[in-house]
């Protein structure tokens, strides 16, 4: 007959287990990852370095979409651009940056001339992404703003067009080049769709 010797455990394995036991969340008290909507459920080419990018990854975000130029007279919305993102992007807020050379030839210059000109003259940290087409009716138009349009009824027209997307991708907003990103509406928009529920 074997008499089996039960040992009591060391301090250090108690506070093991507790630790453990606090750290690990139930799975029914995890949050779900935000559901994809369809107008992010595509790719587009980082501008650095032009690697495909899994738009999906902001799901559950207000997203800001803009087409972008360098040399335009709306150029210094770059500016408010990252402000705004810097000002709400704790709070669930992202900005896509889309350069465009279609109106006035104002974005002349390759993906990497782009992202030094962000950097450099702006201190861009918003995601940026390689040159595309967004003006309406061009066979090879970028198929976000292809969809934004459709959903809004309002193509871009010049440089820095905005669409505002909600965290469900149900509700799209169109601001004209004209308003600055850090205008009343547009920051009143912001901050109503921040705050509704997911």
């Given at each position: 007959?074997?008499?089996?010797?039960?040992?009591?455990?060391?301090?250090?394995?108690?506070?093991?287990?507790?630790?453990?036991?606090?750290?690990?969340?139930?799975?029914?008290a995890?949050?779900?990852?935000?559901?994809?909507?369809?107008?992010?459920?595509?790719?587009?080419?980082?501008?650095?370095?032009?690697?495909?990018?899994?738009?999906?990854?902001?799901?559950?975000?207000?997203?800001?979409?803009?087409?972008?130029?360098?040399y335009?007279?709306?150029t210094?919305?770059?500016?408010?651009?990252?402000?705004?993102?810097?000002q709400?992007r704790e709070?669930?807020?992202?900005?896509?940056?889309?350069?465009?050379?279609?109106?006035?030839?104002?974005?002349?210059?390759?993906n990497?001339?782009?992202?030094?000109?962000c950097?450099?003259?702006?201190?861009?940290?918003?995601?940026?992404?390689?040159?595309?087409?967004?003006?309406?009716?061009?066979?090879?138009?970028?198929?976000?703003?292809?969809?934004?349009?459709?959903?809004?009824?309002?193509?871009?027209?010049?440089?820095?067009?905005?669409?505002?997307?909600?965290?469900?991708?149900?509700?799209?907003?169109?601001?004209?080049?004209?308003?600055?990103?850090?205008?009343?509406?547009?920051?009143?928009?912001?901050e109503?769709?921040?705050?509704?529920?997911?």
């Amino acid at each position: 007959m074997f008499t089996r010797l039960l040992t009591a455990p060391s301090a250090k394995h108690v506070v093991g287990i507790l630790l453990g036991a606090a750290l690990s969340t139930p799975a029914w008290a995890q949050t779900p990852p935000a559901t994809c909507p369809a107008l992010l459920k595509r790719e587009a080419p980082r501008l650095q370095d032009e690697k495909p990018q899994d738009l999906c990854q902001y799901a559950g975000k207000v997203v800001l979409v803009v087409n972008t130029a360098s040399y335009c007279g709306f150029t210094s919305q770059y500016k408010s651009l990252e402000t705004l993102y810097s000002q709400y992007r704790e709070r669930g807020l992202v900005v896509l940056g889309f350069p465009s050379n279609d109106f006035g030839s104002q974005e002349p210059g390759s993906n990497k001339d782009i992202a030094e000109f962000c950097e450099n003259t702006f201190s861009v940290k918003f995601p940026m992404f390689a040159k595309s087409r967004v003006k309406a009716g061009d066979a090879s138009v970028n198929p976000l703003f292809a969809e934004l349009g459709q959903r809004t009824g309002k193509t871009p027209s010049w440089n820095f067009h905005k669409y505002l997307i909600s965290r469900d991708g149900r509700e799209v907003q169109s601001f004209g080049s004209i308003t600055d990103p850090m205008s009343k509406g547009v920051v009143r928009e912001v901050e109503r769709l921040l705050s509704a529920a997911p």
